[in-house]
């Protein structure tokens, strides 16, 4: 099993979408069923991404406080995707499943041996912004940390603190591979254009070659609660999501 | 049903492929190994061996040239020579190239000497006056085939030498780009890939130089941060120019580029190297590639087809010349170094061809010249027949001009394989007036019984055929991936008339004749048939076809005591209306559908709408006006509705603003529109700027065949004759008066 974290310092940068996206364009490679994703940001938005039922009962949240493990949770999309939504909770609910979080470091790691998952099978955890419980638990069983970027200010102004910060878990995770991705590309603004430039000057290799472009078509797909590559195949950012897919997926695949 | 789909049926038909693959029995097969034994026998460095070989080898050809035959002996040994040239051609390898160019000389100078001793009327008479003629033309056709053999035996074939790490190794370089009357839009793309080339910021200045002394170009140079210079007269045109602008700059070397040849990136980091290994060189040339089709190409309908007139110099000539020392400067996409370009005073002024005199004073002094034949750059070829024909004859005019007042033949400086390969170059500029006289030969036995050739027609055939087979298959051997048989003497046909009467000028006054610039971006609107151009093949043409009719009457009533004589000179005639049929068929000017040429890249491209939604898609091709995209699914978009397109290149992407112009299923078709200085920099950089531009440009090529050229040019002959037949039937008065009445 690999497990990829989808995190970034920001929020807004289109981290549920790209994981979405991309757990569906590794499903169209990998096959139906390979590819599950995990929806551990407290806002919930992942599985509208997949079309599933937004009052779905059982989810993440509601099992960790049953102690319970994940096979309940697991819902097949009509996309190839297995989701795991966050799910609805109450304040206190999200606070006694964050408690739980913080005092078992191993949590996340559990319950992902307990689903039965192959080796061959690609796990994609969705993250919320910043420093989180959640985010402490995908450190400790990440194999691959993609970290989303806007190419502007905002973006460019956190890396210094993620870069201390994978640093720092690179102490106790020097396995862990982390790699930056550039989302909303717009190569026709100028600003956009600068900044992307700045960004691939400052992070060299551990850039993605592959960017996704901004493309109206993403939202649109949400809105019919479909990933954009069923909503808008021929569109560049279906393009750039089977690209990134095959980027990611050729060191798995070795 | 043109020519061009004719030929490429043809193709598909007898399943020709693209591209032929050699059997490998004729890679390594006996005859290849006993060659390369032969050639590493451990006698030959045993001094003298090599000397007394060579000494006999001609002490033979010597005796083969000279020995009286009779006619069946002669035919025996054409036979037998024919026999060893048509089995050994197939074999690969420069030996055997040597032995097919060694027969074709043995058999031409045989043919000549033959001329020359027994073929020729002793006593005085207008027979021999005209057989005297013939005999010259012949002569000078010989001396071509031989010199032009020597030059390009054995192509160096240059690959580039890499640049230092240290940069600091690395020597400035000025760019210049002269300029006279262009329009600003064929100027600022190489404007652009000039400043695009790799090479350390701070080691690169560029130089616009404008003759023209115009404000658009002043700001634009302003805008670019290029250096804007310009002068206060135009004297000795584009070489007064460069030398007006050497005393304000500085680098150690300077790269000329013609306003409309766009470099690629790569250019000088391919070219410079060359300097730093060597520091007597002096100059390094590439290619001169054209991306739209010149006018033999386009009136063919062959562009990218077959090699057009230009590829034999840049793909043969100058690679053959380079390992004699002795490649010349064309004037563009070349780098000079200055200390030795100042040293002979500048860029020649004293000739119309001011690059190839620089070249030769370069020579003179004893410095270095090389020629890498890698495109490194690419521009228009000239739009119409006129212009192609005048520039031909600026070039004719120029070497008749430097063989008048700086021959190569004597002064110091220069070693024999150099003078040869200049004199080459020079006379071949003259094959105007012998070219007239081939084409019109057999008509003054037909008109008048003239006999020119004093033989009879068998023993001619024994003779002459030996010479024209071998010749050609030397030159198909050697050229032939740059020229394809036949498809020459149309080339030159139809430039033979037009530089016939420079050259003879400028040989007698080489200071007449002034330097013409050549018009490029023009358009050809509609079909038309260039009279002006092609009324003295018209007339040639006419007086052949009288020629025939009269032939037969001879053949069959009035001289039917010499058959052989009257069918030799039909026939000679029937070839010689085939070329000029093709000739026809070049002035017969197609119009020109685009505005602008357009080049294939099929690079992945990105559309973005106005309503924010894009499409993954393909660039297919692109020209100065546009892009044609290759849709994966159809799209609703308006005609006119502003677009953005992105080329992606590696993982680079190139976003430039157009219009849709064409949206129909899967294809759609861009204007560029609004572009901004960034945009057009974006722009040049996916396109003309890649280092891999124009790689694979010839893939579909054919190799030579001869006698498939034979029949391509009676195609393109009959082709010619009978388009000219339909032009001149639908534009003739009488035609045009039914029209009116109607």
Known sequence: MSVIVVASMKGGVGKTSVTANLAVAMAAELGDGCVSIVDLDPQNGLHLHCGIDPLERQSICKQALRRRSWHGVMVDSRFGVTCLPYGVASESEREAFEDILAAEPDWLERQLTQTGLGGDDVVLIDMPPGPSVYLNQGFACADLLLIVLLPDAGSYSTIAAMESWIDQVAQQRPDLQSVYLMNQMDEAVRLNRDMGEVLRQRLGARLSPVGIHRDEAVSEALAFLQPVLFYDPGCQAAHDFQRLAAFLLEPVAR | ?742
């Open chain 2, 1 to 742: 049903m043109n020519l061009r789909s004719i030929l490429l049926r043809l193709r598909e038909y007898r399943g020709i492929g693209a591209r032929s693959i050699i059997n490998p029995r004729y890679l390594y097969g006996l005859l290849n190994e006993s060659g390369n034994q032969l050639v590493d026998w451990s006698v030959w460095s045993t001094p003298g061996v090599l000397v007394a070989t060579a000494l006999a080898c001609l002490v033979l050809f010597g005796f083969l040239i000279t020995i009286p035959f009779t006619r069946t002996e002669q035919l025996v040994f054409s036979l037998a020579i024919a026999a060893v040239a048509l089995y050994i051609r197939r074999y690969v390898g420069t030996l055997v190239t040597l032995v097919l160019v060694s027969l074709s000389v043995l058999a031409s100078t045989r043919y000549l000497y033959w001329r020359f001793s027994s073929s020729m009327e002793i006593e005085f008479s207008a027979d021999l006056l005209l057989g005297l003629g013939l005999l010259a033309a012949e002569f000078y056709a010989w001396t071509i085939l031989v010199i032009g053999f020597f030059q390009t035996i054995w192509p160096l074939k240059r690959k580039p030498v890499p640049m230092p790490e240290d940069l600091s190794k690395w020597p400035t370089v000025d760019v210049f780009i002269p300029s006279y009357n262009e329009p600003l839009s064929v100027v600022i793309p190489t404007v652009i890939a000039a400043l695009a080339m790799d090479w350390p910021r701070e080691k690169i200045k560029v130089y616009l130089l404008d003759d023209g002394r115009r404000d658009d170009f002043r700001e634009f140079a302003a805008s670019v941060d290029v250096t804007y210079m310009t002068r206060s007269n135009n004297v000795h045109a584009k070489a007064g120019n460069i030398n007006a602008a050497l005393p304000h700059t500085d680098g150690e070397l300077i790269a000329i580029f013609d306003c409309d040849h766009i470099p690629t990136r790569t250019f000088l980091q391919a070219t410079v190297g060359l300097f730093l290994q060597d520091n007597q060189l002096a100059m390094v040339q590439t290619p001169h590639h054209f991306l739209s089709p010149d006018p033999f190409e386009r009136n063919l309908q062959l562009f990218r087809l077959m090699p057009n007139e230009g590829e034999l110099f840049y793909g043969l000539v100058q690679d053959g010349n380079d390992l004699w020392n002795a490649a010349f400067f064309c004037g563009s996409c070349a780098v000079l170094r200055r200390t030795m370009l100042l040293e002979i005073g500048g860029v020649a002024v004293e000739t119309v061809t001011e690059d190839a005199h620089t070249a030769l004073k370069l020579h003179r002094l004893g410095y270095n010249t090389a020629y890498l034949g890698v495109i490194q750059a690419a521009g228009l070829a000239t739009e119409s027949l006129s212009a192609h024909v005048g520039q031909r004859i600026r070039w004719a005019r120029g070497m008749a001009q430097i063989f008048r007042i700086d021959n190569p033949l004597f002064g110091k400086g220069l070693h024999w394989p150099q003078r040869l390969c200049y004199l080459n170059a020079m006379l071949h500029f003259f094959y105007g007036l012998p070219r007239i006289v081939f084409l019109t030969a057999p008509l003054s036995y037909l008109f008048f019984e003239a006999h020119i050739i004093h033989a009879s027609a068998d023993l001619i055939a024994v003779y002459a055929l030996p010479h024209l087979i071998h010749a050609n298959i030397a030159n198909s051997r050697m050229q032939g991936k740059h020229r394809h048989t036949f498809w020459a003497e149309v080339y030159e046909t139809a430039l033979a008339w037009y530089i016939m009467v420079p050259t003879t000028l400028a040989m007698i006054n080489p200071k007449s004749g002034q330097f013409n610039v050549t018009a490029k971006g023009g358009r050809v609107d509609r079909d038309y048939f260039d009279w002006k151009i092609s009324l003295p093949y018209l007339i040639i043409l006419a007086l052949n076809v009288i020629g025939i009719a009269i032939g037969f009457g001879r053949l069959f009533w009035w001289n039917s005591h010499e058959f052989g004589t009257v069918l030799f000179n039909l026939l000679w005639t029937a070839y010689n209306l085939v070329i000029l049929g093709a000739t026809m068929s070049v002035a017969l000017e197609s119009r020109q559908i685009r505005r602008h040429w357009r080049v294939q890249i099929n690079l992945p491209a990105m559309l973005r709408l106005p309503n924010g939604r894009t499409v993954a898609c393909e660039a297919e091709d692109f020209s100065e006006g546009g892009l044609a995209i290759k849709l994966p699914v159809e799209l609703a978009v308006d005609q006119g509705s502003p677009i953005r397109i992105s080329l992606f290149r590696g993982e680079r992407e190139f976003a430039v603003p157009a219009a849709v112009v064409f949206n129909q299923g899967l294809v759609l078709r861009a204007r560029f529109e609004n572009m901004n200085l960034d945009d057009y920099r974006a722009l040049v950089a996916a396109t003309f700027s890649r280092a891999d531009a124009w790689q694979g440009w010839l893939p579909e090529r054919d190799i030579d065949r001869p006698l498939r050229g034979l029949r391509e040019v009676l195609g393109a002959g009959l082709d010619g004759i009978g388009r000219f037949a339909r032009t001149f039937g639908m534009t003739a008065p009488w035609r045009r008066l039914e029209l009116w009445k109607k």
